[in-house]
């Protein structure tokens, strides 16, 4: 039986190499040079160093830039709130990745909705389609690309 998996995954070399060229922009414009202002990778948290809050907004539009050309959807992005001192401020990006379970019930009950001849399953943080005909298979596909979920969707292990 014809199946794939909805998956939500990131790209992690992409974002890396983002956040490298967007701090090699910080390095060469001339309203961030000798500020301290860069941007910070660990795990799936981007934190973004300034001296002051509109600065933040700035690096988060070129942020925001460099994902965006190299692929990866804004979607994924969740700025927190920034924390400003005397001296410095900071703000914390969480890249979204997985679909959780929350997300999951939404997309198996839009599929459920929507009287196509194919089932829904959660696994894990995927969900599986079947069915028994690809053209069903493919609707399917084009219903989840035009609806909007808070989290970027992909498919793969695409079995016929």
């Given amino acids: ?12 070399h992409e974002v890396v190499n983002a956040i490298d060229q967007a701090n090699r922009e910080l390095a060469q414009r001339f309203d961030f040079k000798d500020t301290g202002a ?23 539009e070129i942020l925001k830039l460099r994902l965006s050309k190299r692929g990866v959807d804004l ?6 709130e920034p924390q400003t001192t005397l001296s410095a401020a ?6 979204k990745h997985g679909i959780d379970a929350d997300s999951g019930r939404k997309i198996a009950r839009l599929i459920k909705d929507s009287k196509l001849k194919v089932q829904a ?18 609707a399917a596909m084009a219903l989840l690309r035009g609806a909007k979920f808070d989290v970027p969707l992909q498919f793969n292990n695409f079995r016929d």
């Avoid at 979607?75 to 927190?80: F, G, H, I």
């Fill in 1 to 12: 039986m014809p199946s794939f998996d909805t998956v939500s995954e990131l790209n992690s």
């Fill in 38 to 60: 860069r941007f910070e990778l660990q795990e799936l948290t981007v934190t973004l160093h300034a001296q002051v809050d509109f600065q933040l907004k700035q690096m988060l």
């Fill in 75 to 80: 979607v994924c992005l969740d700025p927190q």
């Fill in 121 to 138: 399953s959660l696994q894990g943080d995927k969900v599986r389609i079947t069915g028994k005909q690809r053209d069903d298979l493919q």
């Fill in 90 to 95: 900071h703000q914390q990006i969480l890249l």
